[in-house]
């Protein structure tokens, strides 16, 4: 008479389970939250209003200016005694757009002598979205098609080519 051993399987243990869903959202949580967190990135030059409160009208001079706001972003174009200091503060979520949050624009205008003449903020909420134009400049000449490119250039000798020719001829 032949033995028969039955194996009698146990089901996995409960506790396994139990702490391989926690282990993975131990790994998951995280993840998702740190996607949510923004991204905060400063461009320009964000300048505090204690620094820009060193800046006297009437007083400071452009060496004085120099060394409190540092290097203007901008001088202006026609005139050389208005400097602007910009600088703009961006959040990012995940995927989206970033969004600006804050924008500073200090513009220092100097008099004859190089002194203060005055000190401008302008903000967010002055900004005036600008729409740009999707019209195209047109062109001179006259517009072909790429097979009409492709099959014009069949059968025109190369630069090269010739360069070769002409080479090769003058030895």
Known sequence: MAMTHSKTLTPPCPAFGKSRRA???AIALPAVLAGCTPIIANRGNMLDEERIAQVKSGTSSKNDVFEAL???SIVSTFDDNTWYYVGQRTEREAFFRPEVTERKIIAVEFDDTDHV??????GLDQAVDVEPLEETTPAVG????FMEQLIGNIGRPSSK??????????S
């Open 70 to 72: 540092g290097s203007p």
């Open 117 to 122: 003449k005055g000190v401008d903020r302008i």
């Open 142 to 145: 006259r517009e072909i098609t």
């Open 23 to 25: 282990a993975f959202a």
């Open 161 to 170: 080519r010739k360069k070769k020719s002409d080479d090769d001829s003058g």
